[in-house]
């Protein structure tokens, strides 16, 4: 059993729970640990020694006496950055390194021709992430990027297999499918490669950033494709096969229903996604070539632009209130690109509240996730750290 695979109550007081206490300064001495976790002091001791054994806390020297001798204060090693994260997505991808706390470091975003193929993709941003690690490109083959690299997440447009790393039946990655990305990327670097959907990475990272004391959350992730990731019992949820979450392909009502790049038709993604959004306006006359231009026009106003992001909402709406009613979170939180459109999150929230039962949404939070353009990268790293921790 993995750290993520553990119910919650077992992490209570486990090394990544730890971690994250010292990390956000919640407890700076081994007897604060003990006092937040209820475990003796012995067993803290015990594990916060396997931490530091590891180089995952350190002792900054001793803190204040309470009557009796002065206690080590410990803290997470913050000296560098540890951790390299990619956020694939359609066109763009951002590329960052952070440290052990979970910490961007260094970040940049760099455009990307997704259908240039895994390789080439791929091999450029990790070449990127050694650079923002250490200043030193990556090997062209074998070799650690970094001596001081303890890992690097990667988060997918496209449904990945979590298990293997490998890429499954994407919509718009044309030459990805079957693509084993953890098996190319560790034979480039000589780090832990974990890879996981980019909604997924999303969730993780605005959980912890935003709510890490809720047990039951939703994140959508809403821009040239739409998905969801799940929080349950306090950790990311991926089902049997890692595609948990994915609401992309559930049938939305529409007549006409339009075609999806799945094979059916009237699916989420095809009504609601940016993509669809660009090509309802053209085929409305309105010249318009991406999203940008989409987002333009409903912040000017735009009858026609502002008309289908409030189909979209109540599109998205309607397949998360089946959500909601049978998962019952207790938030529901909305990012990437179309996250900012007023309309269409008007149109969601009005929606869930009509169609959810009142039980359901009576102390649930709907909002806008907070974490800014680095939340996958977050969500990649402590999906790292989380891998590291659980070894440690």
């Not at 975003?109 to 993709?121: C, F, N, S």
């Not at 059916?264 to 309802?280: D, F, K, P, R």
Request: proline fraction near 5%; glycine fraction near 14%; aromatic fraction near 2%.
């Amino acid at each position: 059993m993995t750290i993520d695979d553990a119910p919650r109550e077992a992490l209570r007081g486990g090394p990544r729970e730890l971690l994250r206490w010292v990390a956000t300064g919640a407890a700076v001495s081994r007897a604060d640990l003990s006092r937040l976790s209820g475990l003796s002091p012995s067993t803290v001791s015990q594990r916060v020694e396997a931490l530091i054994s590891q180089g995952l806390l350190e002792e900054t020297g001793a803190g204040r006496s309470r009557g009796g001798r002065r206690p080590r204060q410990l803290a997470v090693p913050t000296g560098g950055a540890v951790v390299g994260a990619i956020d694939l997505g359609a066109h763009h991808a951002r590329v960052g390194a952070l440290d052990l706390s979970g910490r961007v470091v260094q970040a940049r975003t760099l455009p990307v021709r997704i259908e240039d193929g895994p390789e080439a993709v791929l091999g450029a941003l990790l070449t990127e992430v050694a650079t923002l690690v250490d200043g030193e490109p990556a090997a062209s083959s074998g070799g650690s990027a970094t001596g001081a690299l303890r890992g690097v997440g990667i988060g997918i447009p496209g449904p990945v297999q979590h298990a293997t790393g490998r890429i499954v039946s994407p919509s718009r990655m044309p030459g990805w499918n079957g693509f084993d990305v953890a098996a190319f990327c560790a034979g480039r670097v000589d780090v832990p490669v974990i890879v996981d959907n980019d909604a997924n990475l999303m969730a993780l990272g605005a959980h912890r950033t935003a709510h890490p004391e809720l047990d039951h959350a939703v994140y959508i992730k809403a821009g040239t494709g739409i998905g969801s990731g799940v929080i349950s019992s306090g950790r990311l949820h991926r089902g049997a096969q890692g595609s948990a979450g994915d609401i992309s392909h559930c049938r939305v009502v529409a007549d006409p229903a339009p075609p999806c790049t799945c094979g059916n038709a009237g699916c989420l993604e095809a009504v609601a996604s940016g993509a669809a959004l660009v090509t309802a306006l053209r085929g409305q006359g309105v010249p318009v070539s991406d999203l940008t231009g989409v987002i333009r026009l409903i912040d000017d106003g735009d009858r026609q632009a502002t008309a289908l992001a409030r189909q979209a909402g109540r599109a998205v709406g309607e397949i998360l209130a089946v959500v909601v009613n049978f998962f019952n979170p207790q938030v529901v939180a909305i990012g990437g690109r179309l996250a900012d459109c007023e309309p269409l999150l008007a149109s969601m929230r009005a929606t869930l509240y009509e169609r959810c039962l009142p039980l359901a949404t009576q102390t649930l939070l709907i909002e806008r996730v907070a974490a800014g353009q680095d939340v996958g990268i977050t969500g990649a790293a402590h999906l790292v750290i989380d891998h590291v921790v659980a070894a440690a």
